[in-house]
């Protein structure tokens, strides 16, 4: 009986092709790979180490559940700059995870949508610390390297503590604070009167208001409070919210947010 043997690295491997194995490894595994260069598989291992490629960390990529993972390639339309914000707020990038959560499961299953996902949407009860309320959390969480890199190219892993504002186009910048407000601001209403409020990074609040100066918002003080940095506004709180909220892409925002400004700005507007 004839013995067949696998060529194992015999064949030379080109830089093209080299680079062609690092991009399939974030997707695939060594073993296709391998049959696709007529190489062993552990040949293909070898490659990635002597490119720094940690092949363990590519197995993450091999995921059954379905979504559009290009989606975050680049941040080049209103309703991704949007994401970008929301993530930037109420979101977690760790272990080659992103983790979506918010009280409002309008806002999971938008997400949800928009990236195609096919990814469970889970529940979980927590209980606020300072007023003792119980509230339900939604929760997506997608397990994929190569998505969660793309998106740490523009949201710091740490964003807790080191998180500024991305190099996005100048015309995505209202969308993105849209999303970080919509996770992490409020306003209120009283007397005819509007407030708002607005939580980040200090880094990130700063730009943020550099940003507003060039749309005759002024500066206001940054304060640090329970462990975070915000700014309020008072004045200029309807001319941010009008700056951030854009009517023709009412369906991105969390509604009951826009609602509520929608209902305020068509009031002023009648008087």
């Known amino acids: 009986m004839e013995c067949v043997f696998f060529n194992i690295y015999i064949m030379k491997i080109s830089k093209k092709q080299t680079t062609e194995i690092i991009e399939l490894a974030k997707t695939k595994k060594h073993s296709d790979i391998s049959i696709l260069f007529n190489v062993h598989k552990s040949s293909i291992g070898r490659i990635l180490r002597d490119n720094n490629i940690n092949s363990k960390r590519n197995r993450i990529n091999e995921s059954k559940l379905k979504f559009n993972i290009n989606y975050f390639d680049d941040i080049d339309t209103e309703e991704k700059s949007y994401w970008l914000g929301f993530i930037s707020a109420d979101g977690c990038l760790k ?23 096919d990814h469970k949407i889970t529940k979980s009860i927590t209980k606020d610390k300072r007023s003792g309320k119980s509230h339900t959390l939604f929760i997506i969480s997608i397990t994929n390297y190569t998505f969660t890199k793309k998106l740490e190219k523009y949201i710091n892993i740490d964003k807790s503590s080191s998180f500024s504002f991305p190099k996005i186009k100048k015309y995505l910048y209202p969308y993105f604070i849209s999303g970080l407000f919509d996770g992490d601001g409020s306003f209120s209403t009283s007397n005819g009167k509007i407030r708002a409020s ?3 990074t200090y880094e990130c609040l700063d730009e943020i208001q550099n940003i507003l100066m060039k749309k005759n918002i002024k500066k206001t003080k940054i304060i640090y409070h329970y462990s975070t940095y915000r700014f309020h506004l008072y004045k200029d709180a309807f001319n941010f919210l009008n700056y951030i909220y854009d009517d023709n892409f009412s369906y991105l925002y969390l509604s009951r947010k826009y609602l509520k400004f ?8 009648k008087n």
């Open 198 to 200: 607005l939580i980040s």
């Open 262 to 269: 929608k209902q305020y700005k068509d009031e002023v507007y």
């Open 95 to 117: 272990s080659n995870k992103v983790r979506l959560v918010s009280k409002d499961e309008e806002v999971i299953i938008k997400f949800k949508n928009a990236i195609s996902s």
